[in-house]
T-cell receptor, first 114, second 112 residues
Framework: QKEVEQNSGPLSVPEGAIASLNCTYS??????FFWYRQYSGKSPELIMS????GDKEDGRFTAQLNKASQYVSLLIRDSQPSDSATYLC??????????????FGQGTILTVHP | KAGVTQTPRYLIKTRGQQVTLSCSPI?????VSWYQQTPGQGLQFLFE???????NKGNFPGRFSGRQFSNSRSEMNVSTLELGDSALYLC???????????FGEGSRLTVL
């Protein structure tokens, strides 16, 4: 079992729809969770961080965390073609001792078509 | 505010050679992490430095090493290059080192 698993893609949604990206992780002691976006040929950029159970909203993005189920998700509302990218789920495992060490999922490729 | 700067951006080496990559973090950031990205393995953690101390290390052979200077700039070195070391090497800086990372554009290494 991989430490961080993301739903297999690619994911294709029409413009204006909601894109749902999912991620599960193996370490129950994990404390910090992140979503990064990576455009083709570019480096990852942080779009959301979440540390507590529940929802966290930032503009069109909502991150959801359920530590009991070891599950984190990212919802993108009103998807735009500019959202087309690879989305990487990242987890800081080790209960706070894994300084700077993020474990990344394989990524989900999202395509938003007009 | 300038972002994370990595040099060189591209380089080609042959097997057995060694390479040194450089990273200048965002001003004020004391944590620098290094990651390797390949199509097959994705993003994998190499090591993290904070105030010149290595705080964490990934599962890479000893051929991979790094260091951080007093001005927070960091270098990583790969000795005795192998074909499998061909990858994009990403440096990221953080104010705390707990996961909100800001990545540089990367150094793309090709080993022939």
């Amino acid at each position: 079992q991989k430490e961080v698993e993301q739903n297999s893609g690619p994911l294709s949604v029409p413009e204006g729809a909601i894109a749902s990206l999912n991620c599960t992780y193996s370490d129950r002691g994990s404390q910090s969770f992140f979503w990064y976006r990576q455009y083709s040929g570019k480096s990852p950029e942080l779009i959301m961080s979440i540390y507590s159970n529940g929802d966290k909203e930032d503009g069109r993005f909502t991150a959801q965390l359920n530590k009991a189920s070891q599950y984190v998700s990212l919802l993108i509302r009103d998807s735009q073609p500019s959202d087309s990218a690879t989305y990487l789920c990242a987890v800081n495992m080790g209960g706070g001792t894994s300084y700077g060490k993020l474990t990344f999922g394989q990524g989900t490729i999202l395509t938003v078509h007009p | 505010k300038a972002g994370v700067t990595q040099t060189p951006r591209y380089l080609i080496k042959t097997r057995g050679q060694q390479v040194t990559l450089s990273c200048s973090p965002i001003s004020g950031h004391r944590s620098v992490s290094w990651y390797q990205q390949t199509p097959g393995q994705g993003l994998q953690f190499l090591f993290e430095y904070f105030s010149e101390t290595q705080r964490n290390k990934g599962n890479f052979p000893g051929r991979f090493s790094g260091r951080q200077f007093s001005n927070s700039r960091s270098e990583m070195n790969v000795s005795t290059l192998e074909l499998g070391d061909s990858a994009l090497y990403l440096c990221a800086s953080s104010s705390s080192g707990f996961g909100e990372l800001f990545f540089g554009e990367g150094s793309r290494l090709t080993v022939l």
